[in-house]
């Protein structure tokens, strides 16, 4: 995607972490603050998939997001949607051939929602392997994230969907080194990437990560994170030079959504919402303004976006 004219960044928030808030409420108080989309968590809090009248709610879903003039991504990163007892289960790398297909099932869907949406992408991930699951390059694990990957893009290709898959810390493919792996057994594959999980897993910094990857990218998140843990942190919460990450995606013109995943702070969406949009927008400018006197982007402020509370 080209950056958008005037070249400034397009902002989201994930609904994961405004469960507090009704749907309607919540997309109302994005389009007022004054982001540019949301990325929609399929789940019971919101847009429920297994509910009555799928079809129709969608259909409305679809026509208040264009009067509130706001774009949108599918994300599928429920935690008990599908296993009330499991968190995430079943996935893609699941050994029963049924929870797999329970799984595929649920993805397709998303992709459904997301073509009738208009969403620009469709957001999910390969799961954790079972213990005692051969989880080698060519083992069982991977054959069946193979299989089951070339089907969800296979029938998001049919839909007119853009299928981003996400590395994500102590799956299967955690970083961008599984994804380009994975991406070289399944054509058309894009990538979901979160910045902040590269400060998990190491190996290449988050700035590096959108260079590398420029033509490769589908969704983008850029949540903080701290060095070496996998907590969804406001910018500023955490290690991520957020200038450098924002100065990036400006130079490679990314255009799609950069959106907010702070699933665990749904209890202070009301000061997180405006406040991390402020935060991103001084970085950008940060960014921005390094650009113009060619020095990296400088740091953000930690507590930008609000007031910090630990990890949570």
């Given amino acids: 995607m080209s950056a958008p004219a005037g070249g400034g960044l397009r902002y989201a928030y994930n609904t994961n972490g405004m469960t507090s808030h009704r749907l309607p409420d919540a997309l109302s108080l994005l389009a007022d603050t004054g982001y540019d989309g949301v990325a929609l968590t399929v789940d019971v809090a919101h847009h429920d998939p297994f509910a009555p009248r799928l079809a129709a709610r969608?259909?409305?879903?679809?026509?208040?997001?264009?009067?509130?003039?706001?774009?949108?991504?599918?994300?599928?990163?429920?935690?008990?949607?599908?296993?009330?007892?499991?968190?995430?289960?079943?996935?893609?790398?699941?050994?029963?051939?049924?929870?797999?297909?329970?799984?595929?099932?649920?993805?397709?869907?998303?992709?459904?929602?997301?073509?009738?949406?208009?969403?620009?992408?469709?957001?999910?991930?390969?799961?954790?392997?079972?213990p005692g699951t051969d989880a080698s390059p060519g083992g069982a694990a991977?054959?069946?994230?193979?299989?089951?990957?070339?089907?969800?893009?296979?029938?998001?290709?049919?839909?007119?969907?853009?299928?981003?898959?996400?590395?994500?810390?102590?799956?299967?493919?955690?970083?961008?080194?599984?994804?380009?792996?994975?991406?070289?057994?399944?054509?058309?594959?894009?990538?979901?990437?979160?910045?902040?999980?590269?400060?998990?897993?190491?190996?290449?910094?988050?700035?590096?990560a959108v260079l590398r990857h420029a033509g490769d990218l589908g969704a983008v998140a850029v949540e903080d994170m701290p060095r070496g843990r996998h907590e969804h942190r406001a910018p500023g919460e955490g290690d991520m030079d957020l200038p450098a990450v924002l100065g990036a995606l400006r130079t490679v013109r990314y255009g799609g959504l950069v959106s907010l995943e702070l699933s665990r702070d749904a209890h202070r969406a009301d000061v997180l919402v405006p406040g991390a949009l402020r935060a991103l927008r001084h970085a950008e400018e940060h960014a921005g303004r390094a650009a113009a006197g060619g020095a990296p982007g400088a740091p953000a402020a930690h507590g930008a976006a609000g007031t910090p509370e630990g990890a949570r």
């Fill in 142 to 208: 991977w054959k069946h994230l193979v299989d089951g990957v070339r089907a969800v893009v296979s029938y998001a290709a049919e839909r007119g969907v853009v299928a981003a898959f996400e590395p994500e810390p102590g799956m299967l493919v955690e970083d961008c080194a599984g994804w380009s792996r994975l991406a070289a057994l399944v054509p058309g594959l894009r990538l979901a990437l979160d910045t902040g999980h590269c400060l998990v897993t190491g190996g290449v910094a988050p700035h590096q």
């Fill in 58 to 130: 969608t259909a409305a879903l679809a026509r208040r997001l264009d009067r509130l003039g706001l774009g949108s991504t599918v994300e599928t990163g429920a935690r008990f949607l599908l296993d009330p007892r499991r968190k995430h289960e079943p996935t893609l790398v699941t050994p029963d051939p049924a929870g797999r297909a329970r799984r595929l099932a649920f993805l397709r869907l998303c992709v459904d929602i997301a073509a009738d949406l208009g969403s620009e992408a469709v957001s999910f991930w390969a799961g954790v392997p079972a």
